[in-house]
């Protein structure tokens, strides 16, 4: 009873899992149905007399145009093609207003939502220095420290005031959209008269591996929101603009999200496998190497999600079909200091699953990630990617054996099952 208690609290498995939706703030709902639509209207409108009219449907098949076209760039062959710098478009900067934003505020929003545990470290570093200073890098309109500091202002949503000033710090290789993003910061501030003067904002101009001699920093977190897929394939730059990042990580430390595609997902994990063992605070349960950094399957996370937004669902609907999965991979690297509270050590009751239940020879049966190699369980109940769960060595070990079920010819046959949707 106590004891098991005790256990619990350290090895629950439900304070991992990463398939449960999140709750997003009110606040979020207003930005994304009031202040994006009516600051696009206003700085995009091709017409004088549309930008004081309230964002309607023809505004929504007006936008969309751009969009098509932006959401074919993005995935259209991300495996292999190098994007260009497509916010010197207007129409690209606008459809990302109007939908990415939401979707890639999102992922952050979720994953801050799922490790409070880091967004403490966050806020305990800023009252020791005064400042909550979040980086951003490839900023693009601030979307990952934006959704930050929705986050954060929502934690103190009834308080009379912030115990430390905020300081956005945006490092993008696109200038017009960081001045997008810091007009839209302001529509958004304007909204609260209380604290004016207490939120700041630097942009840094500049490709982000390209640092300026003894670049220096204090962050207490740093943002990497779907940037990495869009940098130099050089794994020396690569690292090496890393670097000043990673270094000496504080507060909440660093996190970086990309896509569900498989080169950037792998990017990742070989990053991680370049840093470990250090702490983390996810998506990892053991420090050993990644057994998805490369080969066929890689790692990353879909969660059922009622994404928020009346106008961000009509351009879902635009684009195909109503959005209600969070597709993403991510590291989430600590400070050297939350080696208690992070993963450190290898969490060896647990276990990530790392595919949706799958049908094969040996009936149904899950991906787990183990250290060094991925191993299968059988999926007794509905189990899902980006869940935990105990890992029952006597029961599993020889199910272990193999990395892919095969059949008696040799083959290796797998089939997805489908997973049901974000219940309504
Ligand atoms: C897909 S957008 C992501 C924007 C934002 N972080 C988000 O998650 O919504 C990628 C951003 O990275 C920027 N970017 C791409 N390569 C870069 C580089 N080498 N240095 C700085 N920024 C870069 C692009 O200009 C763009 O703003």
């Given at each position: ?15 991992f899992?990463?398939s ?116 951003d ?10 959704a ?7 934690r ?37 008269p209380q604290?004016?003067?207490d ?81 983390l ?24 999600v ?16 109503v959005r209600d ?77 193999s ?8 083959k ?10 974000v219940?309504?």
């Open positions: 009873m106590n004891f098991r208690t005790k256990i619990d609290n350290k090895y629950d498995p439900k304070r899992s990463l449960r939706p999140a709750q997003f703030p009110s606040l979020w709902v207003t930005l994304l149905d009031e202040v994006i639509p009516q600051f696009v209207k206003e700085r995009y409108s091709p017409q004088e007399s549309w930008k004081k009219k309230p964002f309607s449907q023809t505004d929504v098949v007006f936008f969309s145009k751009g969009l098509l076209d932006l959401s074919d760039f993005f995935t259209l062959d991300r495996e292999s093609a190098t994007l260009p710098n497509y916010f010197t478009t207007a129409k690209f900067r606008s459809s990302y207003f109007l939908y990415f934003f939401a979707l890639q505020g999102a992922k952050f929003l979720t994953l801050f939502d799922r490790y409070p545990l880091a967004v403490e470290a966050a806020l305990a570093h800023a009252k020791k220095t005064g400042v909550l200073s979040i980086v890098v490839g900023s693009g309109p601030g979307t990952a420290s934006i930050f500091l929705i986050h954060v202002l929502d103190y949503k009834s308080a009379t005031e912030i115990p430390f000033q905020i300081h956005l710090h945006w490092i993008d290789h696109n200038q017009t959209i960081m001045k997008d993003g810091e007009l839209f910061l302001q529509r958004l501030l304007e909204r609260f604290f004016d003067g939120i700041s904002l630097t942009t840094e101009f500049r490709s982000w591996w390209k640092h300026p001699r003894d670049y220096d920093f204090t962050a207490s977190i740093v943002l990497f929101g779907n940037v990495l897929n869009e940098s130099s394939k050089d794994p020396k730059v690569f690292l090496q603009g890393l670097a000043p990042f990673l270094k000496d990580p504080q507060g909440a430390g660093v996190l970086m999200v990309e896509p569900a595609f498989r080169s950037a997902s792998q990017r990742l994990s070989q990053i991680r496998d370049e840093l470990m063992p250090r702490p605070w996810g998506p990892c349960l053991h420090v050993s190497k990644c057994p998805l950094a490369e080969g066929r399957d890689w790692c990353h996370f879909s969660v059922p009622k994404l928020p937004g009346s106008f961000f669902k009509r351009f879902s609907i635009k684009l195909g079909g999965w969070l597709k993403f991979s991510f590291i989430w690297l600590a400070a050297n200091e939350d080696k208690k509270e992070a993963v450190f050590r290898d969490l060896l009751p647990l276990v990530r699953i790392v595919s949706d239940p799958m049908t094969t020879p040996r009936g149904q049966q899950n991906q787990i990630c183990r250290p060094d190699r991925v191993g299968w369980v059988p999926s007794h109940k509905n189990l899902f990617r980006g869940e935990v769960i105990r890992y029952d060595q006597k029961r599993y070990d020889s199910v272990l054996q990395d892919h079920p095969k059949t008696r010819d040799g290796s046959v797998r089939k997805p099952i489908r997973r049901p949707g219940r309504k």
